[in-house]
């Protein structure tokens, strides 16, 4: 008997991928996603995408997802460096655990940052299943 049930690794990927694809066309809303979607969101990234490490410039040269800019939440002028960030471009934006970045997440909304996607597992949970990073 064949199993209809089973998924393909690939699959699942580009099945997450779709469906952030989707959650993208609705603008300003900040959405949770896992590691699993934020790395098919990066097989096929957005026009625009912008990937922002939200922890301290120490922690993100000892590694951080590729292509991702840094904004130190921690370091007092995180309110100012927003402002420079366009407004309707998406972010994945994400810090070591997803605490830091929830409360960013809090900040670029008020400032009227859309389409945000918090990976709010962390770097930590990207580095457990031995996804890619850049020093």
């Given at each position: ?40 969101l990066l097989e096929n990234p957005p026009q ?86 850049e020093k």
């Amino acid at each position: 008997m064949k199993n209809t049930q089973h998924c393909t690794l690939p699959r699942i990927f580009r099945l997450a991928a779709l469906l952030v694809l989707v959650l993208l066309a609705v603008p300003a809303l900040a959405r949770d996603i896992s590691v699993q979607d934020a790395a098919a969101l990066l097989e096929n990234p957005p026009q625009g995408l912008i990937i922002l490490d939200v922890r301290t410039p120490a922690e993100f040269s000892a590694g951080h997802l590729p292509g991702a800019v840094n904004m130190d939440y921690l370091g007092g002028s995180f309110e100012k460096q927003i402002e420079s960030l366009p407004k309707d471009a998406p972010v994945l934006l994400y810090c070591r655990t997803g605490n830091r970045s929830a409360r960013a997440d809090e900040a670029m909304t008020k400032a009227g940052i859309g389409n945000i996607l918090h990976m709010h597992e962390g770097i930590i949970a990207w580095q457990r299943l031995d996804l890619p990073v850049e020093k």
